[in-house]
């Protein structure tokens, strides 16, 4: 969120119905959800993923 108009900021993209921060906080829960509630998992997961 941001209130400075000369620096506007996307917090969501609606594509056909399918919200993309909703998609992703699915497969963010998925990702901790599968390991046992270890966040841990995620943010390496996030890494790996921002490396390539």
Same mark, same amino acid.
């Given at each position: 969120?941001? =209130? !400075?108009?000369?620096?506007?900021? /996307?917090?969501?993209? /609606?594509?056909? $119905?399918?919200?993309?921060?909703?998609?992703?906080?699915?497969?963010?829960?998925?990702? /901790?959800?599968? !390991? !046992? $509630?270890?966040?841990? =998992?995620?943010?390496?997961?996030?890494?790996?993923?921002?490396?390539?």
């Amino acid at each position: 969120y941001t =209130k !400075n108009p000369d620096k506007p900021l /996307i917090r969501d993209l /609606i594509i056909e $119905g399918l919200s993309l921060a909703r998609t992703q906080k699915e497969e963010f829960a998925s990702v /901790i959800e599968t !390991n !046992n $509630g270890d966040v841990t =998992k995620l943010f390496l997961t996030l890494k790996e993923f921002a490396a390539k």
